[in-house]
């Protein structure tokens, strides 16, 4: 079991950034993990790679992956939920990434992906803010969306999701 825990001092004052891999165009990239936690990071610089690419990619059969409190802003994706990954992503800014803000993802892998989306402010992202790859799952509810390329990419929409703009200054 991985157990990990990464904690942020904060989005304002923890910055990761992976603007320049050459290697690996996600930020954060997990694979095989269980247990584990981001939270209060901000989250930023993915870029198009082989496989779709976000600052936060959740994927490889890892479980109970939890993403909270963090601002994921200009990357390829904001999060992805791929190849048999998992989690929730709770209380997440998801804002300004090329193309997806919150998406599952399946590739010729044939791993199917699941992930949970509550209590995020989703603005801004090119192509869709909430996308659910085919025969994956995400679940949204509790969201905010606005001006997003569009909301819900074969999404169901939250009973309790709203599209508003956040009034961000």
Known sequence: PSYINLICSGPEQTVIDGTGLDFQHSTIWMQRVTNVTVQHCMVTGS?????????????????NVTLQYNVVKENESGIIFGRGGSGRAVFNTVVDNARHGVSTDL?????????EAYNNIIVGNGVGGL??????????????????????????????DLSADPLFD
């Open 107 to 115: 590739d010729n892998s044939g791993l199917v992906a699941s992930g």
């Open 131 to 160: 996308q659910q790859g085919r025969d994956t799952v995400l679940v949204s509810d509790y969201n905010l969306l606005w001006n997003n390329g569009t909301d819900y990419i074969d999404v169901e929409t939250g009973a309790n």
């Open 47 to 63: 870029t198009l790679g082989v496989i779709p690419a976000a600052g936060i990619r959740v994927g490889l059969n890892s479980r």
